[in-house]
């Protein structure tokens, strides 16, 4: 006796066999696009999708291997800036170090007005009689201070610098801080006061 399938055509069979094909081809590029699952096809459905899967594969992978190539091509730019913000960093410190130094070699003149490049003008109306009546007993006897760095410049606020010096001279020493701003792109001391 014949079953009524049996006695379907061959193309129906086809047919069917298609639509169950087309449905695991379906499903298995869901299951890559999503990354896979637990359920993976079994050996005899990856012989029948393993083209077009892998087409599906490459075809998605390129996407984001162009983005990822593109990503380090924008990275720099911050390493650049951190590295510019370094070098200016390291700049300033060199910049401040010195003068304050040259500062120092300037007190050892002896000339108390020639300090004034050094201060803001506020805080120079604000200490100049100060500073003329301490240099007075180094005028008197001749007397040189030796300063050594004992804190490198370091910013302390946005745009406000500090360092730290002790100055010997005969007879004692004095340990200074020195604070610097910028005016008109020029670092002037806002702070210069024995600790």
Request: proline share 8%.
């Amino acid at each position: 006796m014949c079953h009524p399938e049996e006695n379907r055509s061959p193309s129906r069979r086809m047919l069917r066999n298609a639509i169950a094909l087309a449905a695991i081809l379906a499903l298995s590029f869901l299951t890559a696009a999503c990354g896979g699952s637990a359920d993976e096809p079994t050996s005899g459905e990856v012989s029948e999708t393993t083209a077009p899967t892998t087409t599906e594969a490459t075809t998605t992978t390129e996407a984001p291997t162009t983005t990822t190539t593109e990503a380090p091509q924008e990275e720099p730019a911050p390493a650049e800036e951190a590295a510019s913000t370094a070098d200016e960093s390291l700049d300033m410190v060199e910049h401040l170090r010195e003068k304050t130094f040259y500062l120092w070699d300037v007190y050892n003149t002896h000339d108390p007005d020639a300090l004034e490049i050094f201060y803001s003008d506020s805080y120079w109306e604000e200490e100049k009689d100060s500073i003329r009546a301490n240099m007075q007993p180094f005028i008197n006897q001749n007397l040189a201070f030796t300063a050594e760095e004992t804190s490198p410049p370091t910013e302390i606020a946005p745009g406000k610098w500090e360092t730290r010096h002790t100055a010997r001279f005969p007879g004692g020493l004095v340990n200074m801080v020195f604070i610097y701003e910028e005016f008109d792109g020029t670092w002037l001391l806002t702070f210069a006061k024995p600790q």
